[in-house]
């Protein structure tokens, strides 16, 4: 069972900022919440990672409120090429160990 | 950046048959993972690999799936008889050993291999 859940899917148009937000109730105190987006028959991809506060790169901002039960993905000025599946990862553990699952993820649709 | 590479990018066997997939991670990364996708699905875990050992493997990986690091440089997944149900794209994925700690590492896929069983 998925340890996150996002919305199944949003619509935006270009130019648009889009949030996408997961919640993640059980997080691990150890655990680092990251996101990866997927294109259709491509592997998964990295985008950000954050354990609290606000991250920012040159591609996207993750924030995360103090008690880290969740976190929004924000994505500035949408393009058609960031028509993609967005998944938000945390860790989830058994008597083995850590693994990295994966969610039903949000699949964007960005519109001209 | 340095990418992860997967051969055969696609496969088709007889229900069966025995495949070897196989990839080649990232040279100075030192874990290893196999996720699948069947078409439409998420993302599965299967088997994650470090210091020549699984250190993780889910419900999917049963008797009939084994990985192997043969060379120190390669990475391969055996599924030894293949069934219908078998047939997804399947994704090779490592990440560095850095202070994080390897399930909070970011991982590097590489492009997949479709795997169709008839």
């Known amino acids: 069972l998925a340890k996150t859940t996002q919305p199944i899917s949003m619509d935006s148009y270009e130019g648009q900022e889009v949030n996408i937000t997961c919640s993640h109730n059980n997080i691990a105190t150890n655990d680092y919440i990251t996101w990866y987006q997927q294109f259709p028959s491509q592997g998964p991809r990295f985008i950000i990672q954050g354990y609290k506060t606000k991250v920012t790169n040159e591609v996207a901002s993750l924030f995360i409120p103090a008690d880290r039960k969740s976190s929004t993905l924000s994505l500035p000025r949408v393009s058609l090429s960031d028509t993609a599946v967005y998944y938000c990862?945390?860790?989830?553990?058994?008597?083995?160990?850590?693994?990295?699952?994966f969610g039903q993820g949000t699949e964007l649709s960005v519109k001209p | 950046e340095p990418e992860v590479t997967q051969t055969p990018s696609h496969q088709v066997t007889q229900m069966g048959q025995e495949v070897i997939l196989r990839c080649v991670p990232i040279?100075?990364?030192?874990?290893f993972y196999w996720y699948r996708q069947i078409l439409g699905q998420k993302v599965e875990f299967l088997v994650s690999f470090y210091n020549n050992e699984i250190s993780e493997k889910s419900e999917i990986f049963d008797d009939q799936f084994s990985v192997e690091r043969p060379d120190g440089s390669n990475f391969t997944l055996k599924i030894r008889s293949t069934k219908l149900e078998d047939s997804a794209m399947y994704f090779c994925?490592?990440?560095?050993?850095?202070?994080?700690?390897?399930?909070?590492?970011?991982?590097?896929f590489g492009s997949g291999t479709q795997l169709s069983v008839l």
């Open positions: 040279s100075n990364h030192l874990y």
């Open positions: 990862l945390v860790g989830e553990y058994d008597n083995q160990g850590g693994k990295l699952i």
């Open positions: 994925a490592s990440s560095e050993d850095l202070e994080l700690g390897g399930i909070n590492e970011k991982l590097f």
